[in-house]
């Protein structure tokens, strides 16, 4: 994790480094984070997938479920 961290934490410099004016740079970071959010590979993307998958396993469980009965 801290890895990521570090190069996101690049990524931001170089883009500050790159853009002169603060107001230019805070508007790449912007872009930068939404591009992270809606993007290609994206949370947005990647929690559809997970979501997906989830509901695929658990329809699937469902159907070949064995219920055990308890006596008491």
């Known amino acids: 994790m801290q890895l990521r961290l570090r190069r996101l934490q690049w990524r931001i410099d170089a ?3 790159r853009y002169k004016h603060p107001l230019k740079s805070c508007l790449a970071l912007h872009a930068m984070m939404w591009e992270s959010l ?3 590979g994206g949370l947005i993307q ?3 997938a997970l979501k997906a998958g ?3 396993s ?3 469980v469902a159907r070949s479920a064995i219920i055990l009965p308890f006596h008491r």
């Open 15 to 17: 883009e500050r480094r």
């Open 38 to 40: 809606y993007g290609k």
């Open 46 to 48: 990647v929690i559809t």
């Open 54 to 56: 989830y509901t695929m």
């Open 58 to 60: 658990q329809q699937s």
